[in-house]
Nanobody
């Protein structure tokens, strides 16, 4: 069984930065993909960024050049550095881990971008 614990959400002004963290514990295997989705009120949940254990990344077009995903494999932790935040980035951000065809979700953390 796998558990994911997120941290780092909060309120930030437009143009500001936040870093989200997601720590995985339990039966973690070396080959996996971790990432972040987000869901704004009344909208569908969309992929923000993902990273494989080998370091390959992908991003939603809306966050490219502003967000960076990286991971510390030894800590089974994935991070999402969010810069130049915009009001439209406001959402609940949820991390996930995929391994052997199974997906585990974190509990979600609120990010609010507002002046």
């Amino acid at each position: 069984q796998v558990q994911l614990v997120e941290s780092g959400g909060g309120l930030v002004q437009p143009g500001g930065s936040l870093r989200l963290s997601c720590a995985a514990s339990g039966n973690i295997f070396s080959s996996n993909t971790m990432g972040w989705y987000r869901q704004a009120p009344g909208k569908q949940r969309d992929l923000v960024a993902a990273i494989t254990n080998g370091g390959s990344t992908r991003y939603a077009d809306s966050v490219k050049a502003r967000f960076t995903i990286f991971r510390a494999n030894a800590k089974n932790t994935v991070y999402l550095q969010m810069n130049s935040l915009r009001p439209e980035d406001t959402a609940v951000y949820s991390c996930y881990l995929d391994q052997f065809g199974s997906r585990t979700w974190g509990q979600g953390t609120q990010v609010t971008v507002s002046s």
